[in-house]
């Protein structure tokens, strides 16, 4: 049974109402946008979930922080771990379904982990297949979304799995977003990738940066690069 919380250095996330837990590719995503999102700018999580992404955000960024998450018991857990952290004055939280919602203006930036097994296998809850599946939001409707809610100078982040970047990267230009840069993540050096972190804007750019990141080397141990990253958040590092 997973563990109800996941302690960071800085705040809590429970998670027994969510389907979806606190997981490492997701704390990549917090950590490497934490660094990336224009100070004091305005942020929109899109489907907050635990509430995770928001509190990582939050942790180095000053600006304004809202998040909307469609599920209900989610939600009832996400205003709890935000209204027990020491943020909790300057974080705000939605029900809803962003394709429907009406926020009261645009956003600098936007950040999801959306529900990204589009056409793969299910899972047998049907929570985590909303969680999981595009079914309740697809990646065609998810950039509606962005394209409705972000400023003309924004920029979005998503994560995604690797097999799925193409596709997407195609999906977004023809929405006239373009690729800033790309994070690509294997488990070790020897695995295959299997996530990318990508970053867009309606900017087109001469320069892609692309970095690759191991999560741990082949004796288990995280590499360095992980550790920089993690560094501010997990207890143990």
Not at 36 to 61: C, F, V
Not at 153 to 174: C, K, M, N, T, W
Request: proline residues 5%; aromatic residues 12%; negative net charge.
């Amino acid at each position: 049974m997973p563990n109800p919380y996941f302690r960071f250095k800085q705040f809590t996330i429970f998670q027994d109402q969510c389907a979806m837990k606190v997981c490492t590719d997701a704390c990549i995503l917090g950590a490497w946008f934490s660094e990336k999102a224009p100070a004091y700018s305005s942020i929109l999580d899109i489907g907050s979930g635990t509430g995770l992404l928001m509190l990582m955000l939050a942790q180095k960024h000053k600006g304004d922080i809202q998040g909307i998450e469609l599920d209900l018991s989610a939600f009832k857990q996400l205003k709890e771990n935000i209204g027990q952290s020491k943020w909790k004055g300057e974080l705000k939280v939605f029900p809803g379904d962003v394709r429907h919602f009406n926020f009261p203006h645009k956003f600098d930036f936007i950040i999801s982990n959306p529900p990204f097994y589009e056409g793969d296998l299910e899972a047998d809850s049907h929570t985590k297949n909303l969680a999981r599946h595009s079914k309740e939001l697809t990646l065609t409707e998810l950039l509606t979304a962005v394209d409705d809610n972000l400023s003309p100078a924004g920029s979005f982040g998503i994560l995604l799995p690797y097999h799925r970047v193409q596709y997407f990267e195609d999906l977004a230009r023809s929405r006239h977003f373009h690729l800033r840069e790309r994070l690509l993540v294997r488990q070790t050096p020897r695995h295959d990738l299997f996530r990318a972190v990508l970053h867009f804007s309606r900017n087109k750019e001469n320069f892609i940066p692309e970095t690759e990141l191991s999560i741990q080397d082949e004796r288990g141990a995280y590499t360095e690069d992980f550790v920089e990253l993690m560094r501010d958040y997990y207890e143990k590092l």
